[in-house]
């Protein structure tokens, strides 16, 4: 049933907040990767405080923190709440202007500002389940930022209906927005003890009813290749190209297996995602992916091997092999606490719906999350075509999803 008494502010402040660009940068060192993310982030700080939520607080590595104080005295565990503010780097996030389809009909959706983008039911199949919802899009040059600024806007809905409501019984519900999401650092300088919290839910799921409590675990793989030098004149039996190296071992890689172009549901894959180099010393990295943690090993075992085999024949090239942990499957986790899940799922149900537990093929702040100590799986917010000009989120998802997180805190409570 819809939250009583209450007008949802989600809508009205997703598209505020998809008007700041907080793009996120894979190439910068700094913490956060970009400045212009602690722009919404002080804004955040600014409502949160309009709210009622006093020690709101920005901190120097950007992440919000904030409390919703307990309103039992009950001993509940501590909750966390947790979104995202920066975009992805993939599609532009300067200037977006987001554009509310009332009551959608099901038709295309040509954007204004380039009508050649067109988000159309045959290319988003749930967008047939959205019909007779408001749907937000961007103008067609940009991505939308729903992915997650519509978590942030459903966490601070949330926030503003439980200090309205504070006839409601609930635990102390700590909010937590992080930078850097995109670029794999989402809480790469959380502080835990300042957080305080016990279990966790991110929002940054898409489909309504989708409850993901399963990703991947991640690697990274870099192999180098080191070659030798000499003046391509006189280079005869000298010169030993690293980059014919490389290029050769990245030509003996599967393309009809083994690889995201031909895997799905529970299998795992590598990917190289970049290539770079000279005569001397050429560097592809990978990204390596299984929801089995010990199939890791096993994929880079044969991504050595195919590595070894195209140094063969170089001879006189050397090739280094390094493997970096990245995030594991949350599902090692979460199982050992199974009422995470199963109060999400009875959260749901009281909201309406009819919980599908999902897996991620890919990884969340809660993978990472989970191994620090706070058991953490993921919740929808109706994000979709994410990382795109195609991106779209229903008003109506949004809003559902803060009456779902509502009825979450009041489980837990209960139960305590």
């Known amino acids: 049933m819809a939250l009583l008494n209450y007008k949802h502010t989600a809508a009205e402040r997703f598209m505020r907040y998809v008007q700041v660009d907080t793009q996120s940068d894979p190439a910068s060192p700094s913490q956060p990767s970009t400045e212009k993310q602690k722009d919404l982030s002080k804004i955040l700080v600014t409502e949160l405080h309009a709210i009622g939520i006093t020690d709101a607080e920005l901190d120097e590595h950007g992440y919000v923190y904030a409390t919703i104080p307990a309103t039992t005295d009950k001993n509940v565990p501590v909750l966390c709440y947790c979104s995202h503010v920066d975009t992805a780097p993939d599609c532009s996030g300067t200037g977006v202007k987001p554009i509310l389809h009332p009551k959608y009909d099901g038709s295309d959706i040509a954007l204004p500002d380039d009508s050649t983008v067109v988000i159309s039911t045959k290319d988003h199949p749930y967008l047939k389940e959205r019909i007779g919802d408001d749907i937000i899009t961007a103008s067609g040059t940009t991505l939308l930022g729903a992915d997650d600024k519509a978590g942030v806007a459903i966490i601070m809905d949330l926030a503003n209906y439980f200090i309205q409501h504070p006839e409601l019984k609930h635990g102390k519900i700590r909010i937590l927005f992080t930078p850097d999401e995109e670029v794999g650092r989402g809480v790469a300088a959380v502080d835990m003890k300042k957080l305080g919290a016990d279990f966790g839910y991110t929002l940054d799921g898409g489909e309504r009813a989708h409850l993901e409590g399963e990703t991947f675990s991640a690697d990274a793989a870099i ?66 992916r299984d929801f089995v943690t010990a199939k890791l090993a096993d994929h880079e075992a044969r991504l050595k091997s195919l590595a070894e085999q195209a140094l063969e024949l170089y001879p006189g090239a050397t090739m280094e092999f390094e493997v970096k942990e990245q995030y594991r499957n949350m599902k090692e986790i979460l199982d050992g606490c199974p009422q995470v899940m199963d109060y999400a799922e009875e959260a749901y149900k009281r909201a309406g719906m009819t919980a599908l537990r999902m897996s991620i093929r890919g990884g969340t702040d809660g993978s990472r999350l989970s191994f620090m100590g706070l058991p953490c799986p993921n919740l929808f917010t109706g994000e979709m075509g994410i990382h795109s000009k195609q991106e779209y989120v229903s008003v109506q998802d949004m809003e559902k999803a803060t009456e779902a997180l509502v009825h979450l805190a009041q489980i837990w409570e209960e139960k305590a």
């Not at 280079?235 to 014919?244: D, L, P, R």
């Not at 083994?258 to 990204?287: D, M, N």
């Open 223 to 288: 192999v180098t290749f080191h070659g030798v030098s000499a003046h391509p004149g006189y280079a005869k039996g000298k010169m030993v190209s690293a980059i014919k190296a490389a290029s050769t071992f990245v030509n003996m890689l599967p393309a009809i297996e083994w690889c995201p172009e031909v895997t799905e549901g529970h299998e795992g894959f590598v990917h190289p995602v970049s290539i770079s180099g000279a005569l001397e010393k050429a560097t592809v990295q990978f990204i390596v």
